[in-house]
């Protein structure tokens, strides 16, 4: 018999990702609705000490995956690590981030497990032991409302739209024998940004520049260091070469949903719609009295990005000091 | 090199989808179909590999009668040959019933390299390429927006949250695309009428040797429950002052007090 919720978390050179804190917080409210436990699974090289901090979130149990050949996410790695330590444990539920790594690995082992899988999710619920989630599809158009036959039940969760909640339980914490498998896959070479850049899938609060800026994005990344946040783009701002492909908001691109979304020199054409349309509040700035953006933000400001956008960054920084 | 792509047909990604009668399903008629954005990017890059190594592209994808013309637009890029999975017991699979369907469709190819989209822009599922490479037990790479094959291998450069990873697999392998990867070509006049002739398999769910009960409508692990429109922002509200810095002061008063999110 299926029993139980698993939250897969993610840590990147030892300290967790957001988005764990999310599952995990996810993770617990499933587990109380089905007054089940919940285990929190920690993958990776040198991560014993994250145990500790994940309990905070409400796991009953960790499960701590812990092997020289785990410090770089590879999928089959990844997979068949936590294939094997779940086997005995057969959860009713798998809840696990919707990042990259997430994505990549939910996917390969719901097919390994046979099971279902509902990708992106921004909503769960809990009723009668039954569990709905809704997931944005058609670029997030359409919202479905789906169950998942059989088990386990896997939940991939969009980042950034949990919320995170503190429970604190002192865990039982477990550290298996790590059983990799055969692994083909060799991570050869690592470039990451640095510079404390926030990510922009983790991002609280994201400016983004599209045709508009004229490919002048300083106003921008000084407004978003003013708001902590990060900086996005749409793909004109990027096919001319003025960002990087990553940073790309859309139907193409990332799909981010911050507290946060402040559009400008967008248009707001469908595609780009489809990458940020679950941020909370949208604030778009456009000459253009007419452009679509306008439709689907908050608060809208009529105006040349040139001269607002310094302000808006002056009256931050006066406000935050 | 023998090379898969995998093609799907979605909507158009600026077509109107609307909610079918049933509550479930969309509305098919309207609307405008094209091959998948991310597997515009596969079908340019097999070609690439195979202008430079030598070798053939195979297209397979599965879905209605309508698909072939996905398939079509594929050969008249320059895919070799096409294979479609077509079969009435087919319709309506989910993402893992459609990757077992492709699964038994490749595995009866001569294939070194498989590369599909990272997602479909229709239910936006990320998952049909790891399946895939899970059911033929070949490893795997997503989102690669550079690749090279060596000597019996594949390097692929993955754009992950934060910077790119350089990873390398042993063929066979399959890889997911990532905008960044290439500019796809367009289907030349010429193309297109070489393209008629290119040879087109069809294949039924029987004659790939799987269980009607593992795929289409009766397959299914995802249940679509309902189907509706994302909910409604309030109207916006447009800041009107008489400078820029009385507007900003506006926006930071809002955001700050209203919001809370200053
Ligand atoms: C298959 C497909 C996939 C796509 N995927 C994506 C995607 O993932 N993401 C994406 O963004 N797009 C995507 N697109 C492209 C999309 O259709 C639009 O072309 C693109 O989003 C437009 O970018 P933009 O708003 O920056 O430029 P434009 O549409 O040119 O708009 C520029 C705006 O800036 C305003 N402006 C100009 N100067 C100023 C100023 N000084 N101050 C204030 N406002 C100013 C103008 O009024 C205008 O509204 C896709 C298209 C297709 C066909
Ligand atoms: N019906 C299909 N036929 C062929 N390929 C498909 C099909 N569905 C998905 N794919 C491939 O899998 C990728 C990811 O799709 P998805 O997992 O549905 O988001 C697509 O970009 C295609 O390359």
């Known amino acids: 018999m299926a029993n139980g919720v698993v939250a897969i978390t993610e840590q990147r050179d030892g300290a967790f990702r957001k988005v764990s804190y999310e599952v995990v917080s996810e993770g617990r409210r499933i587990a109380d609705a089905l007054s089940c436990n919940l285990t929190a699974v920690v993958v990776g090289s040198?991560?014993?000490?994250?145990?500790?901090?994940?309990?905070?979130?409400?796991?009953?149990?960790?499960?701590?995956?812990?092997?020289?050949g785990?410090?770089?996410?590879?999928?089959?790695?990844?997979?068949?690590?936590?294939?094997?330590?779940?086997?005995?444990?057969?959860?009713?539920?798998?809840?696990?981030?919707?990042?990259?790594?997430?994505?990549?690995?939910?996917?390969?082992?719901?097919?390994?497990?046979?099971?279902?899988?509902?990708?992106?999710?921004?909503?769960?619920?809990?009723?009668g032991g039954?569990?709905?989630?809704?997931?944005?599809?058609?670029?997030?158009?359409?919202?479905?409302?789906?169950t998942i036959k059989g088990a386990p039940q896997v939940i991939a969760l969009r980042p950034n739209v949990m919320p995170i909640q503190r429970v604190a339980r002192s865990a039982v914490v477990e550290t298996p024998p790590v059983q990799l498998g055969s692994v083909k896959t060799t991570v050869v070479e690592k470039q990451m940004d640095t510079g404390g850049k926030v990510?922009?899938?983790?991002?609280?609060?994201?400016?983004?520049?599209?045709?508009?800026?004229?490919?002048?994005?300083?106003?921008?990344?000084?407004?978003?260091?003013?708001?902590?946040?990060?900086?996005?783009?749409?793909?004109?701002?990027?096919?001319e070469g003025w960002r990087k492909h990553s940073d790309q908001v859309g139907q193409t691109g990332r799909v981010v949903s911050p507290a946060l979304y402040i559009a400008c020199g967008i248009s707001g054409a469908i595609q780009h719609l489809a990458g940020m349309s679950t941020s909370k509040v949208i604030v778009a700035i456009n000459k253009d009295a007419?452009?679509?953006?306008?439709a689907k933000a908050d608060v809208g400001i009529v105006g040349d990005i040139f001269q607002v956008v310094p302000e808006i960054s002056a009256a931050v920084r006066k406000i935050k000091s | 090199m023998d090379i898969v792509v995998l093609v799907k047909q979605v909507p158009d990604t600026e077509s109107l989808v609307q909610i079918a009668g049933d509550g479930v399903?969309?509305?098919?008629?309207?609307?405008?179909?094209?091959?998948?954005?991310?597997?515009?990017?596969?079908?340019?890059?097999?070609?690439?590999?195979?202008?430079?190594?030598?070798?053939?592209?195979?297209?397979?994808?599965?879905?209605?009668?309508?698909?072939?013309?996905?398939?079509?637009?594929?050969?008249?890029?320059?895919?070799?040959?096409?294979?479609?999975?077509?079969?009435?017991?087919?319709?309506?699979?989910?993402?893992?019933?459609?990757?077992?369907?492709?699964?038994?469709?490749?595995?009866?190819?001569?294939?070194?390299?498989i590369i599909c989209g990272q997602r479909g822009v229709d239910e936006d599922n990320y998952q049909v390429g790891a399946a895939v490479a899970e059911f033929l037990n070949i490893p795997q790479i997503s989102l690669v927006n550079k690749a090279e094959v060596l000597d019996g291998r594949i390097r692929c450069h993955r754009v992950v949250e934060g910077g790119t990873v350089v990873v390398e697999a042993p063929l066979p392998a399959l890889f997911t695309t990532q905008r960044g990867l290439n500019e796809p070509r367009y289907a030349s006049l010429p193309g297109i009428m070489k393209a008629k002739k290119k040879p087109l398999e069809v294949k039924t769910v029987a004659e790939l040797g799987l269980d009607p009960a593992a795929v289409g409508a009766a397959g299914r692990k995802v249940l679509i429950q309902a189907l509706r429109l994302p909910p409604e922002r309030k109207a916006v509200r447009m800041i009107r002052a008489e400078t820029p810095a009385a507007t900003a002061a506006e926006l930071v008063r809002i955001l700050h007090t209203?919001?809370?999110?200053i």
């Open chain 1, 130 to 146: 039954a569990i709905t989630c809704t997931r944005p599809m058609f670029g997030g158009k359409i919202f479905a409302d789906v």
């Open chain 1, 290 to 294: 007419e452009a679509p953006i306008f």
């Open chain 1, 70 to 127: 785990l410090a770089d996410y590879r999928t089959d790695a990844y997979a068949n690590g936590v294939a094997a330590a779940l086997a005995p444990h057969a959860p009713a539920v798998v809840v696990i981030g919707a990042t990259a790594q997430g994505k990549d690995l939910a996917a390969r082992l719901a097919a390994r497990w046979d099971a279902g899988l509902a990708m992106d999710c921004t909503a769960v619920a809990v009723q």
């Open chain 1, 46 to 68: 040198g991560v014993e000490a994250l145990a500790g901090e994940i309990q905070a979130f409400g796991a009953d149990a960790v499960l701590v995956l812990d092997d020289p």
């Open chain 2, 25 to 113: 399903s969309i509305k098919k008629e309207e609307i405008k179909w094209v091959m998948n954005p991310y597997d515009e990017l596969a079908v340019e890059e097999a070609l690439r590999i195979r202008e430079a190594k030598g070798g053939s592209v195979t297209v397979v994808s599965v879905g209605p009668q309508k698909a072939q013309e996905t398939i079509r637009t594929a050969l008249a890029m320059g895919a070799d040959k096409g294979l479609h999975v077509h079969d009435p017991l087919a319709e309506g699979s989910d993402a893992l019933a459609t990757a077992k369907l492709l699964a038994a469709a490749v595995k009866g190819l001569a294939f070194d390299l």
């Open chain 1, 199 to 239: 990510e922009l899938t983790e991002a609280e609060v994201i400016v983004s520049g599209g045709r508009g800026t004229g490919g002048n994005f300083g106003p921008l990344e000084e407004l978003a260091a003013a708001l902590g946040g990060a900086v996005g783009a749409s793909r004109s701002a990027v096919d």
């Open chain 2, 258 to 261: 209203e919001a809370k999110l």
